[in-house]
């Protein structure tokens, strides 16, 4: 089962008796069962027919016999299953009968970080069960997330506004709500957020300074680069996130390189290089500027700064700056 199809029998107030809700986002699973609480059991209804476990310090017993409980002044008990990757093999398969045979009025959930399918309990539960795998949001999807999350909060952004703010955040969706949060506060009345107001609220300089130096390398403009690299490593930024962020900026730069010799839709080739199509223009732009031959050994340089670095060779300011030397060299620099 998808989230999507979830989400349509919770709109229908059509409940699973039994729901697995797995994976590494425990943002989306956390607002799954948000969901569930609010519409399997009304509020004054919750002290008797909801009840949250953590698999950490609970047996399966305890579980089964709260999930064959009969609701009270109710239709249906809520029974939430945390940590489940914590249990053994033994109280897994404890649960195995309560599987052929769940409580009708009972919505048994279950939570885990992550599953092993070969085991029998995951086997049976894939027969007889729904179960939702929540995967971490790819860095292209995050403005469709963050877009819809503001608009239930009653805003909107402008384009560049949104680029900078998923620049600014990143993918963490605890962050992305609190920070979606502030400025939905700092707005006030307004309701459609600028750059302006993304900046006064959502600020890392250090973020900035990352995207300006990738940018300026894929400019080829040494000159630019080497202070903003400075700067970050004065700032305390590692020296391994840095190297990091320059390789995904080359790798989705061939990329760009490689899609420009056939013909796809700005959309398609900003999913398939993985970023927001507000950055694509200028992607293409120094895509076309890069010589094609370079990508190759720039590469095999980029893999030997990262081996230079976690050895106990020379500075890691002095790779660096070799690095950046080397990938802004160009008449401009």
């Known amino acids: ?21 797995y994976g590494e986002e425990s943002y989306l699973i ?8 609010d519409r399997v059991v009304a509020p004054e209804a919750r002290d008797f027919n909801l009840e949250v476990f953590s698999a950490r310090d609970c047996r399966a017993a305890a579980v089964l016999d709260a999930a064959r409980t009969f609701p009270v002044f109710s239709s249906h008990r809520l029974v939430i299953v945390r940590d489940l990757q914590q249990w053994s ?28 399918g070969r ?70 009345e307004v309701t459609v957020a600028d750059v ?33 690299l400075r700067r970050l490593l004065a700032d305390g930024v590692a020296p391994l996130v840095i190297l990091s962020m320059i390789t995904r900026h080359f790798r989705q730069l061939w990329m760009a390189r490689e899609l420009l010799t056939d013909r796809h839709s700005r959309q398609e080739m900003a999913a398939r290089i ?3 199509p507000f950055f694509l223009d200028g992607l293409l732009q120094q895509a076309r500027e890069f010589p094609a031959d370079r990508f190759r050994p720039l590469f095999e340089l980029l893999l030997a700064t990262d081996l230079g ?25």
Request: aromatic share 6%; hydrophobic share 45%.
């Open 89 to 116: 093999a033994a109280e897994l398969d404890a649960c195995l009968a309560y599987l052929t045979d769940p409580a009708p009025e009972t919505v048994l959930v279950l939570c885990a970080e992550k599953i092993d």
């Open 119 to 188: 085991r029998k309990f995951f086997q049976e539960f894939k027969k007889r069960g729904a179960q939702v795998e929540f995967k971490p949001l790819r860095e292209h999807q995050l403005p469709a997330f963050v877009t819809d999350l503001a608009r239930e909060a009653g805003f909107s952004f402008t384009e560049e506004a949104l680029a900078l703010f998923c620049r600014r955040v990143g993918c963490n969706l605890y962050e992305v709500d609190g920070e979606l949060a502030k400025l939905r506060n700092f707005l006030g």
């Open 196 to 228: 302006g107001e993304v900046r006064a609220v959502v600020s890392d300089g250090r973020i900035d300074n990352i995207f300006e130096l990738t940018e300026a390398l894929g400019r080829q403009d040494a000159a630019r680069a080497l202070p903003l």
């Open 274 to 276: 993985g970023i927001h």
């Open 1 to 21: 089962m998808t989230a999507a199809e979830l989400q349509r029998l919770l709109r229908d107030r059509r409940f699973p008796p039994l729901l697995l809700l």
């Open 30 to 37: 956390d607002g799954v069962l948000r969901q569930l609480r």
């Open 309 to 333: 670095l976690k050895s106990s060779g020379p500075e890691p300011a002095a790779l660096l700056e070799g690095l950046v030397l080397h990938l802004g060299g160009s008449r401009r620099a």
